[in-house]
Every structure is written in structure tokens, then in C-alpha cells.
T-cell receptor
Framework: TQLLEQSPQFLSIQEGENLTVYCNSS?????LQWYRQEPGEGPVLLVT?????EVKKLKRLTFQFGDARKDSSLHITAAQPGDTGLYLC???????????FGQGTILTVHP | ETGVTQTPRHLVMGMTNKKSLKCEQH?????MYWYKQSAKKPLELMFV???????ENNSVPSRFSPECPNSSHLFLHLHTLQPEDSALYLC?????????????????FGPGTRLTVL
């Protein structure tokens, strides 16, 4: 069973601050995805990273896949209240049974 | 709007009731999934259907019974549930590549059904 450790579980910050969420495992993954979920809705895909060392940017969000493809991070610059939500990492790939979600990070950005 | 719809959005049922959750995807995907999301656990994959065939059943109790009549529709039939089954049930779809192609199983989720078992 692949385990995916996501941290921190909770993050409460002020508007304008920076933050980083981590997703770590002892297993190697073929790909890793980050999702954001708002209350009352399902998770929405933000990005997929597949290459070790890959960095992807989505406006104020920066995603990085570790060189060994065992870990990933999500960095948000100058957080805004609209960034509030549950952030989830999903690791896996072509094998359905190995789709594993991290525990999630609940982010609250206060105006 | 992700292209995946779920009904009902909210369901309250007794332990002796029988109910069904419905999911429909309008994305032309070939795989569909049921997940359970509860407050104390990460998102749990329950069932996977690929080209209408069930490919995964992650030790889910038999009181949950999935059905996939075609690649666009997925049902979850519920009977004699327990209070601990109360959770958000999410449906998702993805496009899985045919042999030889890359496939990352990017999940497109519906809004979920909030289930409460009394």
C-alpha cells in the first residue's frame, strides 16, 4: 500500500502571506496531482506533475515534483481569501488501484 | 461545472432503507470512480469501472453495490447502511489511455452526495 503524507493538516494565515504545502512518500510515483476542494463541491484538478524536478506555475501557485518523484510541494505567494479551501495531493498513475490521496490541507486565508 | 453530475446532492436515510446514488459524466471518459470522503479519513477510493467493467473493489462492504450500465452512468446502490457510513460520496471520471499511451488518471469530480444515515 502506498502511503502519502500531506502536511500541514491545517493552515490559517493572513491575506498576503506565503505558504507551502507538502506531500511526501517513501514510494516513487509516476505522476502526482494537486486538487483544490471548496465546501459543498468536489475536488478540482489544479496541476499534474510527471517529471522528477519539474516545476509548474499557475498564477500565484507554484508546484514542484521532487527529483526522485517521491514528494511534491505547493507554494502559494501572496495568499488571498479566494485561496481558502481543502488542498489534496493524489499520487498514482496508470494503475487504478494505486490511486492514493493525501490527508488534505485545510487552508484559511483571513482578509 | 466539471462535466460530472451527481444526484441527489443530499440524502438522509434510515438503516433499513434502500437508496441509490446516481452519477453521470458528459466528458466522453472511459473510466468512472466512487470515492468516500469523511471528516476523519483521506479520500477513499471505493470502486473503479473501466469501459463498464469493474476493475477495483477496495474491500468495500457488500451493503454498497455499484452498477455501471454504460460508460457515462454510474450508480451506487445502498442498503442496510450504518451510521458510520455517513459521509460525502464523490463520483469521478477520467480518460484512461489505451495500451501504449500515457495516462495519469486525472480525476474530474462531481459535486458529491452528502449522505446521512440515522
Amino acid at each position: 500500500t502506498q502511503l502519502l503524507e500531506q502536511s500541514p493538516q491545517f493552515l490559517s494565515i493572513q491575506e498576503g502571506e506565503n505558504l507551502t504545502v507538502y506531500c511526501n512518500s517513501s514510494s516513487v510515483f509516476s505522476s502526482l496531482q494537486w486538487y483544490r476542494q471548496e465546501p459543498g463541491e468536489g475536488p478540482v484538478l489544479l496541476v499534474t506533475v510527471v517529471t522528477g524536478g519539474e516545476v509548474k506555475k499557475l498564477k500565484r501557485l507554484t508546484f514542484q515534483f521532487g527529483d526522485a518523484r517521491k514528494d511534491s510541494s505547493l507554494h502559494i505567494t501572496a495568499a488571498q481569501p479566494g485561496d481558502t479551501g481543502l488542498y489534496l495531493c493524489l499520487a498514482g498513475g496508470t494503475s487504478y488501484g494505486k490511486l492514493t490521496f493525501g490527508q488534505g490541507t485545510i487552508l484559511t486565508v483571513h482578509p | 461545472e466539471t462535466g460530472v453530475t451527481q444526484t441527489p446532492r443530499h440524502l438522509v436515510m434510515g438503516m433499513t432503507n434502500k437508496k441509490s446514488l446516481k452519477c453521470e459524466q458528459h466528458l466522453g471518459h472511459n473510466a468512472m470512480y466512487w470515492y468516500k470522503q469523511s471528516a476523519k479519513k483521506p479520500l477513499e477510493l471505493m470502486f473503479v469501472y473501466n469501459f463498464k467493467e469493474q476493475t477495483e473493489n477496495n474491500s468495500v462492504p457488500s451493503r454498497f453495490s455499484p452498477e455501471c450500465p454504460n460508460s457515462s452512468h454510474l450508480f451506487l446502490h445502498l442498503h442496510t447502511l450504518q451510521p458510520e457510513d455517513s459521509a460525502l460520496y464523490l463520483c469521478a471520471s477520467s480518460q484512461v489511455a489505451l495500451a501504449g499511451g500515457p495516462s495519469y488518471n486525472e480525476q474530474f469530480f462531481g459535486p458529491g452526495t452528502r449522505l446521512t444515515v440515522l
